[in-house]
T-cell receptor
């Protein structure tokens, strides 16, 4: 079964530091997403990415956040200057083209900002 | 008003019982409906998706959608302890941004 791979599984960083979360989506998928889940809260949409550009972003996804697909396989989320409230599980997801595909999520990166 | 609402539970059932989960949504533009299962500190795992009113069955799982009342259900037959997880009701209008419910925690006791 193809899967979405995320690294690292857990990252601890100091407030104000930059972090990069990495994802390898399923190889023939075309749509890529980042979601986050603060402990005890629901999963929230951050950003969607298609054809090498952002197609939609939420209010959470401010100037501190950026996404990139630097090569044909990786999809990254960068947080430039982390805040305590950025502590959360970050999930990458990908989807194939057409209505017959569901979204496949990775196992997540747990980001802890101290 | 929340876009997708679920009872948070926990819902505790004995092994072998039927688990019945419900969800309501507010936006009539939502037309694709999914149920995900999430184990603690893991990513959501797709169980079922549908885009029309009616029932859809897959093994022990049955998803039911009633668009007229904006009501979605998931039934799990012959529940097992391994079904203990949080079940997320998820919807979208155009296969873009997903709207998640808060999830219902299910505990299946042996």
């Amino acid at each position: 079964e193809p899967e979405v791979t995320q690294t690292p599984s857990h990252q601890v960083t100091q407030m104000g530091q930059e972090v990069i979360l990495r994802c390898v989506p399923i190889s023939n998928h075309l749509y890529f997403y980042w979601y986050r889940q603060i402990l005890g809260q629901k999963v929230e949409f951050l950003v969607s990415f298609y054809n090498n550009e952002i197609s939609e972003k939420s209010e959470i996804f401010d100037d501190q956040f950026s996404v990139e697909r630097p090569d044909g396989s990786n999809f990254t989320l960068k947080i430039r200057s982390t805040k305590l409230e950025d502590s959360a599980m970050y999930f990458c997801a990908s989807r194939g083209q057409g209505a017959g595909y569901g979204y496949t999520f990775g196992s997540g990166t747990r980001l802890t900002v101290v | 008003q929340k876009e997708v609402e679920q009872d948070p539970g926990p819902l505790s059932v004995p092994e072998g019982a039927i688990v019945s989960l419900n969800c309501t949504y507010s936006n009539s533009a939502f037309q694709y409906f999914m149920w995900y299962r999430q184990y603690s500190r893991k990513g959501p795992e797709l169980l079922m998706y549908t885009y029309s009113s009616g029932n859809k069955e897959d093994g022990r799982f049955t998803a039911q959608v009633d668009k007229s009342s904006k009501y979605i259900s998931l039934f799990i037959r012959d529940s097992q302890p391994s079904d203990s997880a949080t079940y997320l009701c998820v919807t979208t209008d155009s296969w873009g941004k997903l709207q998640f419910g808060a999830g219902t925690q299910v505990v299946v006791t042996p």
